[in-house]
């Protein structure tokens, strides 16, 4: 049976997005068979997804469908309440509980947060779902705006009630609390609820989560979005309702703040519109028009004819009535606002002991090592010590998107190549947070480096027939210019390929950096995170036919690259022949590649030639291959040839749903990875991590 944990919030909007998003991430560590149930959800949410739900179930990618995630509406619960028909209810909600405790590890029960017109039976059938589900309880309140006093008396009542069902609390955790506050809140609440010391959290409050974003603002206010359709998701931290003349309301300007103005104030809403194109006045969030008002004719025509015009909503409240109604429009973390899903990952991962709470309510069984705790392992790893990555695709949408939670998480110290002004002009046009004095950016074209880079590159290649114009014509080429830098040591390593192909990427890196002292060839591998394991296969991406002598090299190298990420190597030499069973010049050639690294390696658990079946399962291993120390429980795959390496990891990340991170280059004397040009920013990241990882193992060669 699985392991829950049952949340009650003990007021709307008191935080149970941000805490869910904490807890999954924790668990996740320990077991990818995670699911969410919230017993009775809004009505709305039956049509248009709740937006808890919605966001758990994409962000953490869980193998859950959203119907499944609930039992039944507002509306369904009232009409069996209404019929006195309580214990069907009770039981609806069990039997949707337990059709996912039988499928997963863990289920996170989100309890129901004030859509019912009666809090007191809400809050009563919370403790009796609590109680028949056997579920320990956390319960959530915000401080915002509360007395210390006031807090403790919510939750010692609330903790009262639910042990006297025999329920037990496992954690009380407070919210929105001021920042200068937190301290001396939590001190007050721990002596208030005789609590130790960890058994409750208090969250502070914070701008960013606090603040709206646009589209949030349309919905709410039930406005119509004008301009700006495609920057819905810029935030408002500041409401500035302007009045005066323009000369005098400029200055005030702040990032991200919000206008209000009548909307018959042409001159506001155009010079508003021009000063956040300006480099001199600071990015706005958008502008309200009120008293519903539209720009007029002349005033359209012209708007229509400018590119990238920030958010403009028009609502029929007059100007005080909607600055009035903005400052109660309700923040929300989902999908779309992955900053505010970093900031409280962050958040929580500060002031939630998860190891701390898992002990107070039982060890969560992990069924295998979920993708979720390897991901998480290599941002760790990367940031325990942070090395310089160049991205040559500075300008490139998805680079600067995976550049602003690669500086938020501080997996790696970012220099990307570009235009400066171009980047910046993006940055503020696209509306994210990347705080650009956290990157270096360097344009190639006007770098005091060109030309030693370039005379360094004629040096290493006038052999070859390079000239010097040839290698200044060359190192204008990002690629060439950013594995340069890696070469020189000005970077430790290099990811592109976004914008890019992967020969583009390669070619720079053996002409320039070149490959490792005994090895003779540059390899790939993926790190193909299944549901219960990582699997590491080489090569899928890089080499069409290797030699023996090539894939023996693969296969250590593969194995060096396991062992570098926590995977214990135990390497299978893949075949359509397990053993001595059969023969033929390919089989030949595997087996082959395994005696010579045996030879060259002996210190590896490797086998080969092996059959895929015989390698991953063990019920096959022990017929085809008994007493192996690797068949049935092989951790590296490598494939006898690209064909087969590149159909199977796409077959098996199609099928199964897993995550592939790759191609990961090995056998390069500094780290230069490649992308995908379909690459996701999660792919973005998770590869500069990688890169970040390598840099930190990788010795200094002595330069050429």
Same mark, same amino acid.
């Given at each position: 049976m699985a392991r829950s944990l049952y949340l009650v919030p003990m007021e709307r909007h008191a935080g149970t997005s941000l805490l869910s998003l904490g807890i999954l991430d924790y668990v996740l560590r320990k077991t990818r068979r995670v699911a969410v149930f919230r017993p009775v959800i809004r009505d709305e949410a039956a049509l248009r997804p709740d937006? =808890?739900?919605?966001?758990?179930?994409?962000?953490?990618?869980?193998?859950?469908?959203?119907?499944?995630?609930?039992?039944? =509406?507002?509306?369904?619960?009232?009409?069996?309440?209404?019929?006195?028909?309580?214990?069907?209810?009770?039981?609806?909600? $069990?039997?949707?509980?337990?059709?996912?405790?039988?499928?997963? &590890?863990?289920?996170?029960?989100?309890?129901? &947060?004030?859509?019912?017109?009666?809090p007191h039976f809400e809050f009563n059938l919370n403790v009796e779902l609590a109680r028949s589900l056997d579920s320990p309880v956390m319960l959530l309140t915000s401080g915002q705006g509360r007395s210390p006093e006031d807090v403790a008396g919510t939750l010692r009542q609330a903790r009262a009630a639910f042990r006297a069902r025999g329920c037990p609390v496992v954690g009380l955790v407070v919210n929105k609390v001021e920042p200068a506050r937190r301290e001396e809140v939590q001190m007050a609440l721990t002596h208030d609820l005789e609590l130790d010391d960890g058994q409750i959290v208090v969250l502070p409050a914070d701008p960013v989560l606090a603040s709206p974003t646009m589209r949030e603002i349309a919905e709410q206010l039930n406005g119509e979005v004008l301009y700006g359709h495609n920057q819905l998701e810029r935030q408002a931290t500041r409401v500035m309702v302007v009045a005066m003349q323009m000369e005098h309301y400029l200055d005030r300007l702040s990032d991200h703040a919000l206008l209000v103005t009548p909307g018959d104030r042409g001159d506001i809403l155009l010079s508003a519109v021009l000063a956040n194109h300006s480099a001199n006045y600071p990015t706005l969030a958008g502008i309200v028009l009120t008293a519903d008002q539209r720009p007029s004719?002349?005033?359209?025509?012209?708007?229509?004819?400018?590119? %990238? +015009?920030?958010?403009?909503?028009?609502?029929?409240?007059?100007?005080?009535?909607?600055? #009035?109604?903005?400052?109660?429009?309700?923040?929300?973390? #989902?999908?779309?606002?992955?900053?505010? +899903? %970093?900031?409280?990952?962050?958040?929580?991962?500060?002031?939630?002991?998860?190891?701390?709470? %898992?002990?107070?309510?039982?060890?969560?069984? /992990?069924?295998? $090592?979920?993708?979720?705790?390897?991901?998480y392992n290599l941002a760790q790893q990367a940031r325990a010590n942070r090395r310089r990555i160049v991205l040559p695709e500075g300008s490139e949408e998805r680079i600067l998107r995976a550049s602003a939670i690669l500086v938020r998480e501080q997996i790696a110290e970012l220099m990307l190549l570009g235009d400066p002004q171009e980047i910046r002009s993006l940055v503020n046009r696209l509306g994210f947070e990347l705080d650009l004095r956290q990157v270096t950016i360097i344009d190639p074209a006007s770098s005091p480096q060109l030309e030693t880079y370039s005379e360094d590159l004629y040096q290493l290649r006038r052999d070859r027939g390079l000239t010097r114009e040839q290698a200044r014509d060359l190192m204008l080429d990002?690629?060439?210019?950013?594995?340069?830098?890696?070469?020189?040591?000005?970077? &430790?390593?290099?990811?592109?390929?976004?914008?890019?192909?992967?020969?583009?990427?390669?070619?720079?890196?053996?002409? $320039? $950096?070149? #490959?490792?002292?005994? +090895?003779?060839?540059?390899?790939?591998?993926?790190?193909?995170?299944?549901?219960?394991?990582?699997?590491?296969?080489?090569?899928?991406?890089?080499? /069409?036919?290797?030699?023996?002598?090539?894939?023996? &090299?693969?296969a250590i190298a593969s194995a060096d690259t396991a062992r570098l990420f926590g995977i214990e190597p135990r390497v299978a030499m893949l075949s359509y022949s397990t053993g001595a069973s059969g023969s033929g010049e390919e089989v030949e050639r595997v087996r082959t590649a395994a005696e010579l690294a045996r030879a060259r390696r002996p210190d590896l658990l490797l086998e080969g030639p092996l059959q895929y079946d015989a390698a991953v399962d063990e019920?096959?291993?022990?017929?085809?291959?008994?007493?192996?120390?690797v068949a049935g429980r092989a951790t590296v795959l490598i494939f006898p040839d690209l064909n087969t390496g590149n159909n199977t990891y796409k077959a098996v990340q199609r099928e199964t749903g897993s995550i592939a991170i790759g191609p990961v280059l090995q056998g390069l004397n500094k780290p230069v990875n490649d992308l995908s040009r379909g690459c996701s920013v999660e792919d973005i990241v998770n590869t500069v991590a990688i890169t970040a990882i390598q840099a930190q193992e990788t010795p200094e060669p002595a330069l050429a």
């Amino acid at each position: 049976m699985a392991r829950s944990l049952y949340l009650v919030p003990m007021e709307r909007h008191a935080g149970t997005s941000l805490l869910s998003l904490g807890i999954l991430d924790y668990v996740l560590r320990k077991t990818r068979r995670v699911a969410v149930f919230r017993p009775v959800i809004r009505d709305e949410a039956a049509l248009r997804p709740d937006k =808890t739900i919605d966001l758990l179930l994409s962000h953490f990618r869980l193998d859950q469908a959203y119907r499944a995630s609930y039992a039944l =509406t507002a509306s369904a619960t009232d009409e069996l309440l209404a019929h006195n028909r309580y214990d069907q209810l009770l039981n609806q909600i $069990i039997a949707a509980y337990q059709h996912l405790a039988r499928r997963y &590890d863990f289920v996170l029960c989100l309890g129901s &947060d004030s859509h019912h017109e009666a809090p007191h039976f809400e809050f009563n059938l919370n403790v009796e779902l609590a109680r028949s589900l056997d579920s320990p309880v956390m319960l959530l309140t915000s401080g915002q705006g509360r007395s210390p006093e006031d807090v403790a008396g919510t939750l010692r009542q609330a903790r009262a009630a639910f042990r006297a069902r025999g329920c037990p609390v496992v954690g009380l955790v407070v919210n929105k609390v001021e920042p200068a506050r937190r301290e001396e809140v939590q001190m007050a609440l721990t002596h208030d609820l005789e609590l130790d010391d960890g058994q409750i959290v208090v969250l502070p409050a914070d701008p960013v989560l606090a603040s709206p974003t646009m589209r949030e603002i349309a919905e709410q206010l039930n406005g119509e979005v004008l301009y700006g359709h495609n920057q819905l998701e810029r935030q408002a931290t500041r409401v500035m309702v302007v009045a005066m003349q323009m000369e005098h309301y400029l200055d005030r300007l702040s990032d991200h703040a919000l206008l209000v103005t009548p909307g018959d104030r042409g001159d506001i809403l155009l010079s508003a519109v021009l000063a956040n194109h300006s480099a001199n006045y600071p990015t706005l969030a958008g502008i309200v028009l009120t008293a519903d008002q539209r720009p007029s004719a002349v005033l359209t025509r012209l708007l229509d004819g400018l590119e %990238e +015009i920030p958010p403009v909503i028009a609502v029929a409240s007059d100007t005080y009535e909607a600055a #009035t109604e903005l400052y109660h429009v309700k923040s929300y973390i #989902t999908t779309d606002t992955p900053a505010k +899903i %970093e900031l409280g990952l962050q958040l929580c991962a500060q002031f939630i002991d998860g190891p701390a709470l %898992e002990r107070r309510y039982g060890e969560v069984e /992990p069924r295998g $090592i979920s993708p979720r705790l390897f991901l998480y392992n290599l941002a760790q790893q990367a940031r325990a010590n942070r090395r310089r990555i160049v991205l040559p695709e500075g300008s490139e949408e998805r680079i600067l998107r995976a550049s602003a939670i690669l500086v938020r998480e501080q997996i790696a110290e970012l220099m990307l190549l570009g235009d400066p002004q171009e980047i910046r002009s993006l940055v503020n046009r696209l509306g994210f947070e990347l705080d650009l004095r956290q990157v270096t950016i360097i344009d190639p074209a006007s770098s005091p480096q060109l030309e030693t880079y370039s005379e360094d590159l004629y040096q290493l290649r006038r052999d070859r027939g390079l000239t010097r114009e040839q290698a200044r014509d060359l190192m204008l080429d990002v690629s060439y210019f950013g594995t340069m830098m890696v070469y020189l040591g000005h970077a &430790d390593g290099m990811v592109s390929g976004a914008v890019h192909t992967t020969a583009h990427t390669i070619r720079p890196a053996l002409q $320039i $950096i070149k #490959t490792r002292p005994g +090895i003779s060839i540059v390899s790939s591998v993926f790190f193909m995170c299944l549901e219960d394991r990582v699997l590491v296969y080489g090569d899928c991406a890089i080499n /069409p036919k290797p030699t023996a002598e090539q894939l023996a &090299d693969i296969a250590i190298a593969s194995a060096d690259t396991a062992r570098l990420f926590g995977i214990e190597p135990r390497v299978a030499m893949l075949s359509y022949s397990t053993g001595a069973s059969g023969s033929g010049e390919e089989v030949e050639r595997v087996r082959t590649a395994a005696e010579l690294a045996r030879a060259r390696r002996p210190d590896l658990l490797l086998e080969g030639p092996l059959q895929y079946d015989a390698a991953v399962d063990e019920d096959v291993a022990r017929t085809k291959m008994p007493g192996s120390q690797v068949a049935g429980r092989a951790t590296v795959l490598i494939f006898p040839d690209l064909n087969t390496g590149n159909n199977t990891y796409k077959a098996v990340q199609r099928e199964t749903g897993s995550i592939a991170i790759g191609p990961v280059l090995q056998g390069l004397n500094k780290p230069v990875n490649d992308l995908s040009r379909g690459c996701s920013v999660e792919d973005i990241v998770n590869t500069v991590a990688i890169t970040a990882i390598q840099a930190q193992e990788t010795p200094e060669p002595a330069l050429a």
